[in-house]
C-alpha cells in the first residue's frame, strides 16, 4: 500500500515477516514462530499461555545445569554469572524500548497521514482550480516530492532502529 509506495518496502517485509505473514499470503511460517503468530493471533491471554507452555518444555528437557531462565531486567548479574564471564562496565543494553519502538511507529504513522492528506490536498487543488496544464504538472511534482520525503523519512526510522540490533 501507501508505506511501499514511500519507499519503505523494507518495513512492509520486516512487519509482514514478523506478524507471520510468508509471500504476501497471511500464512504463518513453519515452526515456533508460526506457533507465536498464530497464539498471539488468538489474543492476549492466548499468548501468555503459549509463553508459559513453551518455558515450562524448555525447562522440562533442558538440564538444570545449562538452563537460565532470564528476565532482562536483571541486567548482567545472573547472564555473566551463568556464562561464568566478568560483569561488563557499560550498562546492559536496551534496543527495544517500547518508548522508542512506540516513537518510530508513531514517527510513520504521523508522517504517512500527512503525506495522504498533502498528495490530496495538491491533487485537489491542482485538479480544481488550475486551468494551465503547467500547474498540473507542476502539482504532479509536489507529490512526487511529498512522496519521495514521506519515504526518506520512514526509511531512516526504520534503519535507525534496525541499526541498534547490529551494533549489538
Not at 23 to 49: S, T
Request: charged letters at 20%; glycine letters at 12%.
Amino acid at each position: 500500500g501507501f508505506v511501499s509506495l514511500a519507499g519503505s518496502r523494507m518495513l512492509c517485509q520486516y512487519v509482514q515477516r514478523m506478524c507471520g505473514g510468508s509471500g504476501g499470503k497471511g500464512e504463518f511460517p513453519p515452526g515456533i514462530f508460526g506457533e507465536i503468530n498464530r497464539a498471539l493471533n488468538n489474543g492476549e491471554e492466548a499468548g501468555i499461555d503459549f509463553f508459559k507452555s513453551h518455558k515450562a518444555e524448555v525447562c522440562s528437557r533442558v538440564p538444570a545445569s545449562q538452563l537460565l531462565v532470564f528476565d532482562v531486567q536483571e541486567g548482567w548479574e545472573p547472564l555473566c554469572k551463568f556464562l561464568d564471564v566478568p560483569i561488563p562496565d557499560g550498562p546492559f543494553p536496551n534496543i527495544n524500548n517500547s518508548d522508542e519502538v512506540r516513537l518510530v511507529f508513531n514517527t510513520i504513522k504521523t508522517v504517512a497521514w500527512l503525506a495522504i492528506v498533502g498528495v490530496s490536498g495538491v491533487l485537489f487543488y491542482t485538479v480544481l482550480y488550475c486551468t494551465d496544464y503547467t500547474f498540473l504538472l507542476l502539482g504532479l511534482g509536489i507529490v512526487g516530492l511529498v512522496l519521495w520525503g514521506a519515504g526518506k523519512i520512514m526509511k531512516r526510522e526504520v534503519r535507525k532502529q534496525v541499526g541498534k540490533s547490529k551494533q549489538l
